[in-house]
């Protein structure tokens, strides 16, 4: 009862901190230069029964996602086993007989995001690697309780490819990386996830930094951080694009992106494409 009464309280804080964050976010500019010259784009996310989303936002529509014809990796290595028995009055004994196993999964895409006058295609593989702790067949008949006993303890997620617009003879190369950690048998508390990205331009080196949102009391052992957006960054360190992250199949804490409007078009395309991937890569399964 005690476990459960301290996850209560963490997610009531958690929701209401992260409430607070979002209705700031309303209120307040994430950054002050980037938001006068830039507009608040609202993202849809256009999230189909099976696959990615396809995001559009402002003037910049994903119009096509597909996969590569190509050979797709789908590996399965065992890491060890678990077992542990517990009783409980009134329950009796329960059994947890499972395995640790690394799965690794790699597919190929193409991408074609529209502005008004212009599309950009991207080509780029989908890399994921993620360590899992499932029931055995064998556990799957002795447990009573399955709750907790089939996680993903970690992942991480490289997306890298090319991108060419219209415009532009040479294309430009990317990278995403979305990864998530945790500890076995805790709470979400000690979860963490960071979203990030690179962009090689002609003449240009762009990178990322987390926005990040302190839950709890800074400097308490009941504190950590999350993130809940990025910043685009010039390699002079200039702030020139954003995403706020959102909850998919929550209307009410959606996707935000900003871009400036002072940059050449082609460069807001670049950007807006690699934001869509990187939304599409986070928000559902590939």
Known sequence: MKIFLTTAVLFSAMVITNSSFCQKNKQKPIDTVL???????????????FGMAK????????????KVDSPVLRKRTKDGSYTEASFSPGQGWDWDFSKYQTVEKRKAYTM?????????????????????????????????????????????????????TGNDGLPWRFFIEDSFGRRENVTFANTTRITRFFLITPDDSLFTEPILSTVGLPGSKFSWETQTGLFVKSANGQNIAAVKFGTPGDLSNPFYAWIRNDLEKSRQHAIASVLALLISARSGNN
């Open 35 to 49: 938001e006068a010259h830039s507009e608040r784009w609202k993202v849809k996310l256009h999230r189909g029964m």
């Open 55 to 66: 995001p559009e936002f402002g003037p910049f529509s994903t119009i096509d996602l597909d």
């Open 112 to 164: 074609l995001v529209a502005s008004e006058s212009d599309t950009a295609e991207l080509v780029f593989s989908i890399y994921r690697i993620s360590h899992e702790k499932n029931l055995t067949f064998f556990g799957e008949l002795m447990s009573k309780d399955d709750e907790g006993k089939n996680a993903t303890l970690g992942y991480k997620t490289d997306v890298s490819g090319i991108i060419s």
